[in-house]
Antibody, heavy 119, light 111 residues
Framework: EVQLLESGGGLVQPGGSLRLSCAAS????????MSWVRQAPGKGLEWVSA????????HYADSVKGRFTISRDNSKNTLYLQMNSLRADDTAVYYC????????????WGQGTTVTVSS | QSALTQPPSASGSPGQSVTISCTGT?????????VSWYQQHPGKAPKLMIY???KRPSGVPDRFSGSKSGNTASLTVSGLQAEDEADYYC???????????FGTGTKVTVL
């Protein structure tokens, strides 16, 4: 069964850091681009970052550029999102999804992990 | 990248059809045939319903169809069923140097 399982969310103070992980199973992880998409409470979807299957190409939303870093370990079938200098408006459910900017849609999604930035 | 524009809400009775629009620019929706549609039920992860404007992933009912004209893409749900009540988001490729962009979302209500 194709599956994505996020972890690492939690409560963090403004200015703090957090690293999200997404464990993939059921498909050849290294062959697919992967993305992080977030959804603030009561709001719509926002594409945060994407990375190619090899890890050689990355893209970021302007809202997180310079603060967030996407990475992957294809030997561990795991995608990461390092989030630094967190702000209140980064509060959201963060989803990991299979697919990137040139993929025919993001066809597999994790259940999401909640990040709350508050003092 | 600015979010694609969708109507906030749409509704229809069971068995009827509802169409949701998704308006972008020539830099996204109008420039490429890479529009996707996602369905999201409350508290759940999004689900891919349509990709590349009009293609359906395996398992998605053929009641769901997509199309595009110029800078506007559309999702039509025919034969509305109670389980179709959800939020729907479009998404588009926006060029090789950019992340894709999502629409503002449309809440579909089955009356």
């Amino acid at each position: 069964e194709v599956q994505l399982l996020e972890s690492g969310g939690g409560l963090v103070q403004p200015g703090g850091s957090l690293r999200l992980s997404c464990a993939a199973s059921g498909f050849t992880f290294s062959s697919f681009a992967m993305s992080w998409v977030r959804q603030a409470p009561g709001k719509g979807l926002e594409w945060v970052s994407a990375m190619s299957g090899s890890g050689s190409s990355t893209h970021y939303a302007d809202s997180v550029k310079g603060r967030f870093t996407i990475s992957r370990d294809n030997s561990k079938n795991t995608l990461y999102l390092q989030m630094n200098s967190l702000r209140a408006d980064d509060t959201a459910v963060y989803y990991c999804a299979k697919g990137g900017i040139t993929s025919p849609g993001m066809d597999v999604w994790g259940q999401g992990t909640t990040v709350t930035v508050s003092s | 990248q600015s979010a694609l524009t969708q109507p906030p809400s749409a509704s229809g009775s069971p068995g009827q059809s509802v169409t949701i629009s998704c308006t972008g620019t020539s830099s996204d929706v109008g420039g490429y045939n890479y529009v996707s549609w996602y369905q999201q039920h409350p508290g759940k992860a999004p689900k891919l319903m349509i990709y590349e404007v009009s293609k359906r992933p395996s398992g998605v009912p053929d009641r769901f169809s997509g199309s595009k004209s110029g800078n506007t893409a559309s999702l039509t749900v025919s034969g509305l069923q109670a389980e179709d009540e959800a939020d729907y988001y479009c998404s588009s490729y926006a060029g090789s140097n950019n992340l894709g962009v999502f629409g503002t979302g449309t809440k579909v209500t089955v009356l």
